[in-house]
Each structure stands twice: as structure tokens, then as C-alpha cells.
């Protein structure tokens, strides 16, 4: 188990040394992806912060309230586009090609190596941003000492469910001519889950919550660091994980055994 461990842990040093030096050596791409992450922030949040310029809550939530839920939102995005999201969009194009036969000839799992080859250290470069901003709107409502120390272990668990989701709808790309349209459809659901749960109808809600649980992303962990008798969140992520987590598996090696190498 140990020995493994660092089998991983070793060769994924080795993955951030490679997408770092990729990076670096185009400066300017490398800047400008900085910027561009960092102007997204603040559009998202002023666009958010302009809508209480003309009522004073939304559903159950202030203007602090909110902004808050957003910036936890956007330091999950920032993992999300730092670690796995690069891995999506070259997925399609591994399978289309034949590229994929190396991977999987590799001695790791083809899951990690599919899905945690890539990394943009551009994102990751913004962290600090995004965790200041959580932050200041986190001490503008009032986060008791826990609650600070609630929100790692919450981004990850989060961070975790919206993974093993996207990683389940890129499954299908085995069965299609290419996976643009997967990644897009990928990134719509990105999109309702940035949004809490309450500003959707009941129908969406319970769909989005129980059948595809988009919702519970970044609703969940919020909800309970405001009120911590909402526990029932926490435990609906837990057992989605355990049970997306099997579907995938399931369905990953259904598609391996179906696969038909483009380089044949």
C-alpha cells in the first residue's frame, strides 16, 4: 500500500515538472492565462454583487452570503482548472488519435493517468486570489474559528464530487467521433453547479440534488458552514461519491474492454 503510494506520488512529481517547465516556456501565454483567470474572478463576483444593488436577499441569503458561496465556488473552479481540467479536453483527442494505447500500456492505473496527466500551473498561480477573496467575505459574515477550519476539508469533498461526475460523462467519449461536445456539455454543468440550489425550481432542485448531484457541489459544504444542522448535505456528498465513484469504475472498464485503437 505504501510502496504504491509512492509509486504515484512520484510519478505525478514528475507530471507537475513537466506541465510546469511546458508552461514556462511560453511566457507570455503563461501571463496573459493569469490575467485572464483573475479578471474572471472579479466579473463573476461583480456581476453577482450587482444584482443586490436592487434587493436585499436571494432566497435565504444576503449580499455576503452569496459573494461568499461564489468565492468558495471559485476556489474549487481554481483546482478544478489547475489539476484535472487540461485532462478532459486532451482525453477526446488520446482516443480519436490512438495516443491512448501508451497510456494505458503504462504501469499506473489508466484513470490516473488519463485524468491527472495535465496540469495548467497558470490556475494555481491565482490561488492565493481566490482563497483572499474567500476570506474577506468569509470574516464579513462572521466565520467562527471552525468554520475556517471546516472549508479545506469541504473544498476537497466538493472539489472531489464535481470530479468523479465529469469523469463519468467523459466515459462516453470512447463511443463518440470526438469530444468537443462532451466537454462542453462538461463545462454547462460547471456552470449550474456555481449557482446554490434554492435559485432553481423544486423539479431542477430534487433532479439536480438526488438524480445528478450537481447541486449538492457547492450548496452542501455552504449550507452547512452557515448552519450546521444542515449535516444531511455533508452525508448526501459522502455517499454520492462512494456511488459515482463505483458507476465509474464500472463503466470505465466497460469502455477499455470496448475500446478500438485509431492507431490499428
Known amino acids: 500500500m505504501i510502496s504504491s503510494l509512492k509509486h504515484y506520488l512520484g510519478v505525478y512529481r514528475y507530471f507537475v515538472t513537466t506541465s510546469v517547465s511546458e508552461a514556462l516556456s511560453f511566457r507570455t501565454s503563461f501571463i496573459l492565462l493569469v490575467l485572464m483567470d483573475i479578471f474572471f474572478y472579479f466579473s463573476v463576483l461583480f456581476s453577482v454583487d450587482f444584482l443586490f444593488d436592487h434587493m436585499q436577499t436571494i432566497g435565504p441569503w444576503n449580499r455576503y452570503q452569496l459573494l461568499f458561496f461564489i468565492c468558495f465556488m471559485l476556489n474549487i473552479d481554481t483546482i478544478h482548472m489547475g489539476v484535472f481540467s487540461s485532462n478532459f479536453w486532451m482525453l477526446g483527442f488520446k482516443i480519436r488519435t490512438g495516443e491512448l494505447d501508451f497510456d494505458l500500456l503504462k504501469p499506473t ?8 496527466r495535465y496540469l495548467k500551473p497558470s490556475s494555481l498561480l491565482t490561488a492565493p486570489v481566490a482563497w483572499g477573496l474567500l476570506i474577506y467575505y468569509g470574516s464579513k459574515i462572521g466565520l467562527l474559528w471552525y468554520d475556517w477550519l471546516l472549508i479545506p476539508p469541504l473544498l476537497l469533498l466538493g472539489l472531489s464530487l464535481l470530479c468523479v461526475l465529469e469523469f463519468i460523462l467523459c466515459t462516453s467519449m470512447f ?6 461536445g462532451i466537454n462542453f456539455l462538461r463545462m454547462q454543468m460547471q ?9 432553481y425550481k423544486y423539479t431542477y432542485q430534487k433532479i439536480f440534488t438526488i438524480g445528478v448531484p450537481l447541486l449538492l457541489i457547492g450548496s452542501g459544504p455552504v449550507h452547512f458552514i452557515l448552519d450546521k444542522s444542515n449535516w444531511h448535505y455533508l452525508a448526501g456528498m459522502c455517499l454520492a461519491i462512494v456511488i459515482s465513484t463505483l458507476i465509474l469504475v464500472k463503466i470505465w472498464n466497460k469502455a477499455l474492454r470496448q475500446y478500438d485503437s485509431a492507431s490499428s
Open 175 to 180: 463511443w463518440l467521433v470526438e469530444g468537443m
Open 191 to 199: 456552470q449550474m453547479a456555481r449557482w446554490p440550489d434554492f435559485i
Open 109 to 116: 492505473h489508466s484513470i490516473f493517468i488519463c485524468f491527472f
